[in-house]
């Protein structure tokens, strides 16, 4: 009898020690999605200001949406989605895909990199021709505060993407923890 109630106390802390794991990877998600999205709207406020002394310095004649080419364009960023367990989708942003070489693609955003160096000097030298083609419509001579502009929109598409993956790990953590607290009620 002895035994058997050891055995029943090791394997009720084994299910407790599960449960804490699993609260504690919800709560680690959330404070890291909490952390993203007040990243991503400091990243939003920094692109909107940039935007507006770039205005202010270039003339509200030079930046408006009306020299916007409104034709269909091949987009210069893609959102991929995949699913490796079939359960957590994964979201990865493909960038600077050039409208010349359509095929070719530049930057795989949210992925794992396998050598830090993996962008080579030519991969760096297509992406800036491939902003200064993006802000060629506002004219020759562009503001720095325009340049920083898309680079801090750029920055917060970025975010949001890391911001979707991890609420996709936060609904994923709840449903473990939902799951296993389910589990240990019957």
Known sequence: MEEEREVYVNDEAEVVKAEDKLALQFMDSFHT???LSHSLS???RQGWMDLASARHSMGTSRVNSSLLDLKLHPAATTLKI?????????????????????????EDKNEQPQDSNSMTSSDTDEVQKERFKSLSVFG??????LRATQLSFEKALETLIELANMR???LNSFHQLQQEVEDTKE
């Open 168 to 170: 996709s790990s936060l």
């Open 82 to 106: 995949t699913e490796n367990d079939g359960t957590q989708p994964r979201f990865m942003l493909q960038k600077w895909v050039s409208s010349e070489h359509e095929s070719t693609q530049l």
């Open 33 to 35: 999605y909490l952390t």
């Open 42 to 44: 400091s990243t939003l």
């Open 140 to 145: 020759v001579l562009i503001s720095p505060k």
